[in-house]
Structure formats: structure tokens, C-alpha cells
């Protein structure tokens, strides 16, 4: 601003004073505080990538190289009740539950791996054309994100391509993408190595609300991009949300004041045409 003043002096006086109380309009999604309800015990050797939870338990993806796995996990204890591993080339993400099955991404290795919830039995796997890093079920398709700002929309049967959205804030691009949670009707994001989820219209692909959650990392986790804030799980019957990290020692049933979490859709956040 300075610059410009020096040019257009003698006059810069006046333009200051414009420029100053010249409104600035945005956009921008508000920033939403979360409420911590309870804390549960979490494995912190759980390199979590994905989270589901249905019928009393927690389903989780965990990842790297030679430590991947499936697990079904007791809420309450923190207990692994039965564990699936993966592959040593396979590195485990996100988790869904469409269809009654579970639906488990890889990351670079284009495989998405089905199980049975009930003994996570393999029951086949399916191709995906991108990088795996989040997934959840939305309307009958399986919503994928792959680190960018784009959301992708799939035929779970088959993995067909049924659309994409690009993910935006005040008009900008939201990338890096992470683990995605189904939440009345909107898709929940975590983005990697921020300390906030992204509530996001998937019909347009604005981001609606921010969750700030910085306030939940445990002070025993280090403050880097690796043991970063991912996974999110929501149950439908109930409205209850619960959110980890990877490595944390604890998971958070939360809450955020003045946002519904039941089923019905989030009323005057978005709106527009599905993809």
C-alpha cells in the first residue's frame, strides 16, 4: 500500500483513507470451536487412515509399509476385538462402510480392498484410478479424496466413475484432502497437517464450516506432519462424532454448538445440484 501512495503523491493521503476503510468482502467459512464429551483410549501405535463406526464398534485403517491393518475395535477399551493385516507392499487408508461391506483404500497401489464387518473376512477388491487417502459412503456412491482439493464419486459395485467436485474456501482450493466422514448430509474432511476438518457441501464442493480442533492434540504427541490429526466416524442412529489422530493416545466423542450432527442435511450450509 505504500508503494502506491508513493506513486500517486501527492494525492496518497486521501487514497490511504480509502484504501483503508474500503469493506472487505468474503467468503471465508466460519471456524466452528469443537466441545470434547469424552475421551476414549486409543492403540497409539495406530497409524489411523480411515474410521467407521456402526453397531457399538469402531473400524479402523491403519497404515504403513509392513504395519498396515483392518481392525475392529471396542470403544469403550480401547481393545482390537479382531485384526486383519495387510499385505507388506500394501499401505492401508481410508475406510467406508457401503453395501455392508467395508471398503478399505491403499494408498499408490490403485487396490481398495472389500471385507465383511462382521470377521473382516476378505470379500474381494476393486480398482481405483487415483491415490487413496480418504474415503466415506454418501447416496449410494463412494466418495474418494487423493491428497488435491478434488472430491471423487463412485459406483461402489463396480468403482465406475460417477462425477468429481472440486473443494473450495472464499473461492480458493482446499487441497490435501485427507481422511472423509459422512455427517448429516455434508462430508467431513480432515486436511492433512491442519488442526481442522473441513464441513463440505458435496453438491458444490464449498466448504461450509471449519472445525477447529487444535485443542485436542494429546501433549504427548509431537507437533509435525507425521502424528497429525486423521480419522473421523460418525454414527448415524445417535448423531455422535468421534475424531483421532495418527498415533494418539486418545480418541474424542465431540460436539460443535449449533451444528446438527443427526440425519437430516445441515440446513443454510450450501446447496446446488449433485454431481
Not at 100 to 118: C, F, K, N
Not at 128 to 155: I, K
Not at 180 to 188: C, F
Not at 192 to 221: F, H, K
Amino acid at each position: 500500500m505504500s508503494w502506491i501512495i508513493k506513486r500517486l503523491a501527492p494525492g496518497g493521503a486521501a487514497i490511504w483513507a480509502f484504501l483503508i476503510f474500503l469493506p472487505v468482502l468474503s467468503d471465508a467459512a466460519p471456524v466452528l470451536p469443537v466441545v470434547v464429551k469424552a475421551r476414549l483410549p486409543h492403540d497409539p501405535s495406530a497409524f489411523t487412515q480411515g474410521l467407521v463406526y456402526r453397531d457399538g464398534v469402531f473400524y479402523e485403517s491403519t497404515g504403513l509399509y509392513g504395519r498396515s491393518s483392518l481392525r475392529r475395535v471396542d470403544p469403550a477399551t480401547g481393545q482390537v476385538l479382531a485384526r486383519r493385516e495387510l499385505p507388506r507392499e500394501l499401505f492401508g487408508e481410508g475406510l467406508a462402510l457401503s453395501g455392508g461391506s467395508l471398503y478399505q483404500l491403499t494408498w499408490r497401489e490403485g487396490r481398495v480392498l472389500l471385507a465383511d464387518p462382521s470377521d473382516l473376512s476378505p470379500r474381494g477388491e476393486l480398482a481405483l484410478p487415483t491415490e487413496g487417502w480418504g474415503a466415506c459412503a454418501l447416496d449410494g456412491r463412494l466418495v474418494v479424496s487423493d491428497g488435491s482439493d478434488q472430491l471423487f464419486f463412485y459406483d461402489p459395485k463396480t468403482m465406475a466413475a460417477l462425477g468429481s467436485v472440486a473443494v473450495t474456501d472464499d473461492g480458493r482450493p482446499v487441497s490435501r484432502l485427507n481422511e472423509l466422514e459422512t455427517v448429516a448430509g455434508r462430508i467431513w474432511a480432515n486436511v492433512w497437517g491442519d488442526n481442522r476438518i473441513a464441513v463440505i457441501d458435496p453438491a458444490t464442493g464449498r466448504v461450509a464450516a471449519w472445525l477447529d480442533c487444535s485443542g485436542l492434540r494429546p501433549g504427548t504427541v509431537a507437533v509435525d506432519f507425521v502424528n497429525v490429526l486423521n480419522g473421523i466416524a460418525h454414527d448415524p442412529a445417535t448423531g455422535r462424532v468421534w475424531v483421532t489422530g495418527k498415533r494418539w493416545p486418545e480418541l474424542y466423542e465431540i460436539a460443535v454448538p449449533g451444528l446438527p450432527t443427526g440425519g437430516a442435511p445441515l440446513s443454510g450450509l450450501g446447496g446446488g445440484a449433485k454431481p
